[in-house]
């Protein structure tokens, strides 16, 4: 378990934007009130107040929904306990949830009790729901089924957050090149602020005379309501054309590749070393960047990509993408599509850093696949009662 946050001076900070009030209870109970001298976040927002010693924040809504997100204060308070397994979803598996909770006559009878049982390990933090920024992306766009997924993931995600894959694969790529083995990448499943973009967040509060703590703390704050205000916010404009052209192309390139080896009769071992070399075609910038930051000659750099088939086996991540890609371009019959560059990223960073994985049932197979050849991976299921099983052998459910 972690450490209980120290009693601060400070207890709670509350905002109620309905009477225009902000407050601050200190340790003692002393209640300070004064009027808003900011704007509010945004319109729906009725009130939030942040718990400085169970460094939680929870927002109230003007449609009366409650949610509650877990703040963190750096270090180890921003990962997992030990006794808090991390269960990655897919994004059919949220929209499950966020129909069981919201239009519960549309889920189907098998996946009504598991359902509602990943809802109350959640609840009872017994479990983390990290979200990812491709959940994010695979909201629809506007409507009320925006907004109850996005309800549900906030909700049950409480904050928690999967890093960016290309920053998991970033750390990956350094430490293999500096020659650390294992190349694990750190706090992948975190409650660090912006973890969850590639993009860096630059929102620094310093207020002067602050107690200990507390300017950290409203930056986590300030990016949380912005996040889930973001969230709600419906994306009805034309957005991320220029990312779906580039996973349409990955995606195509691959599908050629699959069926270029197959009428070529391309041996098992070569169609391993042609997956080697696409993903380091793929990665050749980030393992330039990696080899400067190591500061390694151009002929060490070399020297590294000449025996990169070995360094790949230390880095959990990429080595689960690049088995993954191997098992599918043996399969020439599998149709590639642009939602493949999302999945194979987020689901295999997922498999190599949670423990537990719930994917739909083709990525599922080969995540399975993938586990037996890398055991210390993510134990992957397809279907939510399968999960609550696995749970249950864990002495979870």
Known sequence: MNEPFPRPAIARLGLDAEAQTVSVTMGDGTVLTDRMRFQVPWDELSASEADLATRELTLRLRTGESLVLELGAGGGSDLPGPDRPVVYLDQC?????AKHLRSPNQVAERDREPAERIVELSRSKAIVLPMSSANRWEIARAGQRRRDVVLTMVELSRGWQLRDPINVRRQE??????????????AVITLEPGAISSMEHDVSMDFDGAPPGFNELQERQT?????????????????????????AAWAKSFG??????????TPVEHVRLNTHARMLADLRKEIAQAAVAAGLSPQQNAAWIESSDTAFESMPYLRTLREVLYYRLRNADDRWTGNDLADSQYLCCAAAYADFVA?????????QRAARVYNGNALTVTKL????DRLAEADLA
């Open 93 to 97: 598996h949220w929209i499950t949830l």
């Open 223 to 247: 990016i949380a309501m912005a996040s889930v205000a973001a969230l709600l916010d419906d994306h009805t404009h034309e957005e991320g054309a220029r990312g779906r052209e580039v996973a």
């Open 359 to 367: 994917a739909e049932r083709k990525f599922g197979d080969y995540l």
């Open 173 to 186: 790529l350094r430490r293999s090149i500096a020659g650390e083995d294992p190349a694990r990448a750190d």
């Open 256 to 265: 050629e590749l699959a069926i270029y080896m197959r009428d070529a009769g």
């Open 385 to 388: 009662h399968d999960l609550v």
